[in-house]
Nanobody, 122 residues
Framework: QYQLVESGGGLVQPGGSLRLSCAAS????????IAWFRQAPGKEREGVSC????????NYADSVKGRFTISRDNAKNTVYLQMNSLKPEDTASYYC???????????????WGKGTLVTVSS
């Protein structure tokens, strides 16, 4: 069984912080890049950040650069997305996905999680 499970979403005030987690099982974790995507209602899905197995290749969308940080713990088969200085425009469902060596590009995803909702509002 191949599975990615996101957690950590919720309601937060503007300027606040959240840390999302993406936990994987059932596939060869060390061979895959992991990416975070987000999609708001009525909007197109966009790539947010990605990281290679060793952490040597990392990318951030311009809209989150300087506010979000991606990290990876291969021993735990988990990728994190630390989100600081959150804005209402960050409100979306956030998904993690696995690919074979595509970062810093956001295509060719092999596995997807079901998503976790982030709402930034007063």
């Amino acid at each position: 069984q191949y599975q990615l499970v996101e957690s950590g979403g919720g309601l937060v005030q503007p300027g606040g912080s959240l840390r999302l987690s993406c936990a994987a099982s059932g596939f060869t974790w060390d061979y895959y890049d992991i990416a975070w995507f987000r999609q708001a209602p009525g909007k197109e899905r966009e790539g947010v950040s990605c990281i290679s197995p060793s952490g040597g290749r990392i990318n951030y969308a311009d809209s989150v650069k300087g506010r979000f940080t991606i990290s990876r713990d291969n021993a735990k088969n988990t990728v994190y997305l630390q989100m600081n200085s959150l804005k209402p425009e960050d409100t979306a469902s956030y998904y993690c996905a696995a690919s074979r060596a595509t970062c810093p590009y956001y295509f060719g995803m092999n596995y997807w999680g079901k998503g976790t909702l982030v709402t930034v509002s007063s």
